[in-house]
Nanobody, 115 residues
């Protein structure tokens, strides 16, 4: 199994920045891809960004140019740097790990973009 713990959420003004972190533990060698998702109130959970074990990244069109996903394999941590935040980025952000045995989720961290 894999355990994921997110941190870094909070309240930020429009145009501001936040960096989310997610620390993985457990059977980390089984992780193929790490991802960030988000879920706004009343909406379905949606994919924000992914990063493979080789560092290949992909981001949703809605965040391209503003968000960057990265990972530190030595620290078993994946990051989501979020710049130029907009009110529509407000959501609970979840870290996810894709493994050969299944997909694991963190508990989520709230990001609120508001003046």
């Amino acid at each position: 199994q894999v355990q994921l713990v997110e941190s870094g959420g909070g309240l930020v003004q429009p145009g501001g920045s936040l960096r989310l972190s997610c620390i993985a533990s457990g059977n980390i060698l089984s992780i193929n891809i790490l991802a960030w998702y988000r879920q706004a109130p009343g909406k379905q959970r949606s994919l924000v960004a992914t990063i493979t074990s080789r560092g290949i990244t992909n981001c949703a069109d809605s965040v391209k140019g503003r968000f960057t996903i990265s990972r530190d394999n030595a620290q078993n941590t994946v990051y989501l740097q979020m710049n130029s935040l907009k009110p529509e980025d407000t959501a609970v952000y979840y870290c996810s790990a894709y493994t050969v045995t299944g997909t694991y989720w963190g508990q989520g961290t709230q990001v609120t973009v508001s003046s």
